[in-house]
């Protein structure tokens, strides 16, 4: 199989050549990203990003997945205005899917975001046409964007939640001594005004595996961000961090494994 990526905005290509051989990638995902420019007055204060392990479903036939839960808080310092935000997935390789299910709300009430590819070569976000999951175009890989546009009163401050869950990545561990999986999410705060006041990570991962490492990194995966903090509560690990007055310009990623 070739890899497989779910990225919000670059290929995970790094870590996958260092964790494991034989790789399948998915559900890397992150947060909101306005689709042309950098904003002048629209800030991302803060988020915090609820990642959960899980098998779906039990016995052989059982699915390890991982579902993220992240909430946005943007504050409007101009006036009233509307942006065009999309939240990325993309997919490259031998594969058929991308996200599990994609949900989303604006203040506590759901909200519809178009699944869109985006032609970055146009330089603009007026460039987006629908996704059809059929197109022999896509065969090989896509980048798509869910869409949707949010309206900001003068001064306003929004909630924007996203929630969606994917396959965990995995793949036949270097020495192959078994199959590594890992979680990732991707932070790109970097085109929205000022800084992020505060990045929060909690992420649940059921205690019968062996947490290989765990970080936030810049973007060239050589600098380590900041660590996790982990603790046990009854059959999970918790691993906590905290990001504070950042660019929030980096990578997530937590490599585990089973015990045996």
Not at 137 to 156: P, R
Request: aromatic content about 14%; charged content about 25%.
């Amino acid at each position: 199989m070739k890899p497989l990526f779910i990225s919000l905005l670059l290929v995970f290509c790094i870590t996958i050549t260092t964790y494991s051989n034989d790789c399948a990638v998915s559900g890397q995902g992150g947060r909101w990203q306005l689709l042309k420019g950098e904003h002048n007055s629209i800030q991302m204060i803060s988020e915090i990003v609820n990642m959960s392990v899980f098998m779906e479903n039990s016995g052989a036939e059982g699915e390890l997945r991982y579902k993220v839960v992240a909430t946005f808080i943007f504050k409007n310092h101009g006036k009233a205005q509307t942006v065009k935000m999309g939240f990325p997935e993309s997919s490259y390789g031998d594969y058929d899917g991308g996200f599990l299910y994609f949900h989303t709300w604006v203040n506590g009430q759901e909200v519809t975001a178009s699944r869109s590819i985006i032609d970055s070569s146009a330089g603009d976000s007026s460039a987006i046409t629908p996704f059809n999951p059929d197109s022999s175009d896509y065969e090989d890989g896509f980048d798509a964007f869910w869409v949707k546009d949010v309206s900001f009163n003068e001064n306003e401050t929004k909630t924007i939640t996203v929630e969606y869950m994917s396959p965990v990545n995995n793949g036949i561990a270097v020495l192959g001594n078994g199959t590594d999986y890992w979680v990732s999410y991707d932070f790109t705060g970097g085109n929205w005004f000022g800084k992020v006041e505060e990045s929060k990570v909690i992420v649940e991962i059921p205690i019968k595996y062996k947490i290989l490492s765990a970080g936030i990194y810049d973007d060239s995966e050589e600098k380590k961000l900041a660590n996790f903090s982990k603790t046990k509560l009854n059959d999970k690990y918790i691993l906590t961090s905290t990001i504070k007055d950042w660019q929030a310009e980096g990578k997530l990623n937590i490599k585990f494994k089973d015990k045996r």
